[in-house]
């Protein structure tokens, strides 16, 4: 069984895959981030280094989705290749932070992998308003995000709601995590872990 977790930057996703990876004793993948060779630089020139970074992260991803279908066991993963594609690299384009000739470039080689794999079983949305991704940001700490923009956030939002409202791939399960506190709130953890449950009712 393959689930995933999927929202904004600061949304709670590594929070939450690391959670129910221990509940339920699954196997968890996350991103690239700590190894990354782009990000940071990334983050200090984004029109210079956004196209060798979307390469990065999807042969990144691309790894991980035939490790999952290879391995046969239950894994949810932390961001998936959708995103790469539908948001950041749609979203660099649109901020003419990537070229039209390097997004088609993009695009063609994200379309042939798109064939080899297959959604998840389960996305689970973690959807947050841009205030409440500010905050966690800034408490995470990752020196190089500090330069991350209100509007960057934002264009991200309105990217993943346009995604999340068309996503038709697979079962579907969204947390608005404004309203709850997962983290210190067992009450508020048992809520997510029930809706997974009734999502994925004769998978366990
Ligand atoms: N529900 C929550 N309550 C309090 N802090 C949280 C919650 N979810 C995440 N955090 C904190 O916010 C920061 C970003 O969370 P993280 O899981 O790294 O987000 P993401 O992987 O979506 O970018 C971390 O410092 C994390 O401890
Ligand atoms: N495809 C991507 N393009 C640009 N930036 C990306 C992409 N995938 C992840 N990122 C960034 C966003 C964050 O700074 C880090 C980690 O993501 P997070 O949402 O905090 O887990 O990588």
Do not use: C
């Not at 961001?79 to 594609?85: G, P």
């Not at 966690?136 to 999340?164: D, F, H, P, T, V």
């Not at 697979?170 to 997974?196: A, H, S, Y």
């Amino acid at each position: 069984m393959h689930i995933a977790v999927t929202g904004n930057i600061g949304a709670g996703k590594t929070t939450l895959t690391t959670m129910l990876s221990k509940h339920y004793g699954w196997d968890a993948q996350f991103e690239d981030v700590d190894h990354n060779p782009y990000l940071e630089d990334f983050y200090a020139d984004m029109s210079k280094w956004s196209f060798a970074l979307q390469i990065y992260f999807l042969g990144s991803r691309f790894r991980q989705v035939k490790e999952i279908r290879e391995s046969g066991k239950n894994i949810i993963q932390d961001r998936t290749i959708y995103e790469d594609a539908h948001i950041f690299a749609e979203n660099l384009n649109d901020m003419n932070l990537l070229s039209d000739r390097d997004f088609k470039n993009y695009e063609a080689v994200f379309t042939l992998m798109k064939s080899f794999i297959s959604a998840p079983d389960l996305l689970i949305y973690l959807k947050s308003d841009v205030p409440n991704l500010v905050k966690k940001i800034y408490k995470r700490g990752r020196e190089y995000e500090a330069s991350i923009s209100i509007e960057y956030l934002s264009k991200l939002n309105q990217k993943y709601e346009k995604w999340i409202s068309n996503y038709t791939e697979g079962k579907l399960l969204v947390i608005e995590v404004d309203d709850i506190d997962f983290v210190e709130k067992p009450e508020d953890f048992g809520f997510i872990l029930e809706k997974i449950e009734a999502e994925l009712n004769g998978l366990f």
